[in-house]
């Protein structure tokens, strides 16, 4: 009974740990979306414009909290967290 219990604690874990992997993932794909649709709206203002340089700081941002979660999903991989 106990190897049972054990076995599924252990394909729960895989299982919230694919769900959780799969949002990042999208929310990723997500952010990288936006950051494309807000270079186009950018790239249609002049390079000295305060909507030009709203537009960049926020790309700027959304870069950095891309980079976060791929590490995030990296570590998780790496140590099999959820």
Known sequence: M???NEFKDYLK????????DFR???LVECLDDYM???LDRRNIHESDSE???K????????????EVI???RRLAKLYKMP
């Open 2 to 4: 106990r190897n049972y």
């Open 13 to 20: 874990q895989r299982t919230d740990t694919s769900n959780n």
């Open 24 to 26: 990042r993932r999208c």
């Open 36 to 38: 494309d649709e807000l």
């Open 51 to 53: 909507e030009y340089r």
């Open 55 to 66: 537009l960049e700081k926020r790309r700027v941002e959304l870069s950095k909290l891309i």
């Open 70 to 72: 791929s590490e995030e």
